[in-house]
């Protein structure tokens, strides 16, 4: 018991280790804002599904591959990343029935790393999320 104890903030330490790492691998694998975000969408598409919404650049007769907006609604948390400036605004919206209650505003590091943390969370339990989660992590596809 005292051994498993010991190792609990081990596990912690090197999870956070593999979230902050996650973070550094995204930001340097994506030279321009665009590239980070269309990453993100390729990795939790398949985990988030319909809580995964994309607003796409463009009009009714052009088309797009530039993200303008990204909302992921994991758990209790609202992670929206506005691209609509030359910088990616990032906010975090705290939800209890539905609703947002509060929103906070935060950079592109920190709200990476609690994305993350939240998937990380629901990987617990679904393994599309944790399939999503080894693929940012270990840089696949």
Do not use: Y
């Amino acid at each position: 018991m005292a051994d498993e104890l010991e190792r609990l903030p081990e596990e912690a330490d090197d999870q956070a280790m593999r979230l902050q790492s996650a973070v550094v691998s995204l930001q340097s694998s994506a030279t321009d804002s665009q590239i980070l975000l269309r990453l993100l969408t390729e990795q939790l598409s398949s985990a988030l599904g319909q809580r995964l919404s994309v607003e796409r650049k463009g009009g009714l007769f052009k088309k797009s591959n530039e993200v303008k907006r990204l909302r992921a609604d994991i758990g209790d948390r609202s992670f929206i990343a506005d691209a609509s400036a030359p910088t990616i605004a990032c906010s975090i919206g705290h939800i209890s029935g539905g609703i947002t209650i509060k929103t906070e505003s935060t950079g592109i590091s920190d709200w990476l790393v609690k994305l993350l943390g939240c998937l990380q969370d629901e990987a617990k339990n679904s393994e599309a999320a944790r399939q999503a989660l080894d693929s940012i992590i270990l840089g696949g596809s």
